[in-house]
């Protein structure tokens, strides 16, 4: 079975400047996909960034990338230029990819980070 | 335009009644979930169906059935409420992706059931 930590209940950051979010994971599967969520108040669950552990290259998506340390089995988020809604709990979670490259599996997600950016 | 919706988005009952929610997808994926998200906050998978076909069914009670009478539709019966059983439940959707393709997840917003 997997299992995602995230160490960090609550975190805060200045408007437009950077914070990074730790996620690390359990597993014993070599191919996988990783994720962050983003849950802001209104409740609504939203896809920030993935990642596919077969791939080096680390995810970015406009302000947000990640570091991917398969390795370490580590999977940070980096937010750049902090904005006042980048306000939510974030969640990590993880997914087995199955043979044959068919993933229609469960997410396994981590605890959670509330994080609040100030202005 | 709606992708993935749940009814009703507040739910409020009594311990010992049956009550449904309801979710329906308009992206045209053939697979849907449900997951539970406690007091906490801690999100766990539920139930999943691909194509009408139950795929995985984690531990939960039997008071909880799901139903799915199409691709589009998947919805969550729950009998005998129990105290237990408030939480924020909530409905996905994704379609089977092939070769070297990210199946993504799509939530609904989500139902607060609360059971006094």
């Known amino acids: 079975a997997q299992t995602v930590t995230q160490s960090q209940p609550e975190m805060s950051v200045q408007e437009a400047e950077t914070v990074t979010l730790s996620c690390t994971y359990d597993t014993s599967e070599s191919n996988y996909y990783l994720f962050w969520y983003k849950q802001p108040p209104s409740r609504q669950m939203i896809l920030v960034i993935r990642?596919?552990?077969?791939?080096?290259q680390n995810a970015t998506e406009n302000r947000f990338s990640v570091n991917f340390q398969k390795a370490a089995k580590s999977f940070s988020l980096k937010i750049s230029d902090s904005q006042l809604g980048d306000t939510a709990m974030y969640f990590c979670?993880?997914?087995?990819?199955?043979?044959?490259?068919?993933?229609?599996?469960?997410?396994?997600f981590g605890q959670g980070t509330i994080l609040t950016v100030h202005p | 335009d709606t992708a993935v919706s749940q009814t009703p988005k507040y739910l409020v009952t009594q311990m010992g009644n049956d009550k449904s929610i309801k979710c329906e997808q308009n992206l045209g994926h053939d697979t849907m979930y449900w997951y539970k998200q406690d007091s906490k906050k801690f999100l766990k998978i539920m139930f999943s169906y691909n194509n009408k076909e139950l795929i995985i069914n984690e531990t939960v009670p039997n008071r909880f059935s799901p139903k799915s009478p199409d691709k589009a539709h998947l919805n969550l019966h729950i009998n005998s409420l129990e105290l237990g059983d408030s939480a924020v439940y909530f409905c996905?959707?994704?379609?089977?992706?092939?070769?070297?393709?990210?199946?993504?997840?799509?939530f609904g917003p989500g139902t607060r059931l609360t059971v006094l």
């Open positions: 996905a959707s994704s379609q089977e992706a092939g070769q070297g393709l990210v199946n993504t997840q799509y």
């Open positions: 990642q596919e552990a077969y791939k080096q």
């Open positions: 979670a993880f997914m087995k990819r199955y043979a044959g490259g068919t993933s229609y599996g469960k997410l396994t």
